[in-house]
């Protein structure tokens, strides 16, 4: 099992469109349909943390004056599509297995996999 300790998160300081700074934790990224998506949740910063919902950001890739930028998802429709989408990646990856699993046979679960 690995050291806990090694566990180094992959921090962003976000800017919002108040100019307020913001630390945030990359959960994964994807691209679909050609656009990179990313999944964050705002980083650790006080013991305040722990009582949070932990609200998952999903923002994407965009060119504003030639320079990549981190933008919201304005479409209704494609905030849907892709947070589905996120969720069930995501969903998927901190579950343990459950009673269909595949440990009879060959795991494919994973680290998080708890049968074993």
């Known amino acids: 099992m690995p050291d806990m300790n090694e566990y180094t998160p992959e921090l962003y300081e976000l800017i919002d469109e108040n100019g307020n700074k913001q630390n945030f934790e990359m959960l994964d990224a994807a691209e679909l349909d050609g656009v990179q998506y990313f999944a964050m ?11 949070d ?18 933008a919201s998802i304005d479409d209704d429709d494609e905030f849907e599509k892709v947070s589905q989408y996120f969720l069930k990646r995501l969903e998927e990856l901190f579950e343990g297995c459950d009673d269909d699993c595949c440990c009879d046979e060959e795991c494919h679960c994973g680290d998080h996999c708890d049968c074993e």
């Open 41 to 51: 949740i705002p980083a650790i910063e006080s013991e305040e943390f722990l009582n």
């Open 53 to 70: 919902d932990g609200e998952l950001v999903i923002l994407k890739a965009i060119e504003d004056n030639g320079e990549e930028i981190l």
